[in-house]
């Protein structure tokens, strides 16, 4: 089993940036090949994947509405994936969810609903 718990979302103006940050425990990141991401919820729409990480880091998937804008990362040591959000805009403004071992294809990612953290609200301000 593996537990996961967002934070670092808040209140940020149009252009800003934000640093979200997802702490897994349960089990070590690197005893398995894991992939984790990043999914989003907007007020009335379905939930949607942002970004994607493989489990050496070594490959990265984005939703095209974020290509360029948003990154993802991990710590192996820390158990820790991070997404680094600038240029925000209202658009953004969404739940934000972490999500491990789901499956990554053709550069898209898809979660495994097991395993979802608790989510972090981003709200930008026009």
């Known amino acids: 089993q593996v537990q996961l718990v967002e934070s670092g979302g808040g209140l940020v103006q149009a252009g800003g940036s934000l640093r979200l940050s997802c702490a897994a425990s349960?089990?070590?990141?690197?005893?398995?090949?894991?992939?984790m991401g990043w999914f989003r919820q907007a007020p009335g729409k379905e939930r949607e994947f942002v970004a994607g990480i493989n489990w050496s880091g070594g490959r990265t998937y984005y939703a095209d509405s974020v290509k360029g804008r948003f990154t993802i990362s991990r710590d192996n040591s820390k158990n820790m994936v991070y997404l680094q959000m600038n240029s925000l805009s209202p658009e953004d403004t969404a739940v934000y969810y972490c999500?491990?071992?789901?499956?990554?294809?053709?550069?898209?990612?898809?979660?495994?609903?097991?395993?979802w953290g608790q989510g972090t609200q981003v709200t930008v301000s026009s």
């Open positions: 349960g089990r070590s990141f690197t005893n398995y090949a894991m992939i």
């Open positions: 999500n491990a071992e789901g499956s990554c294809s053709s550069g898209v990612c898809y979660p495994n609903n097991n395993y």
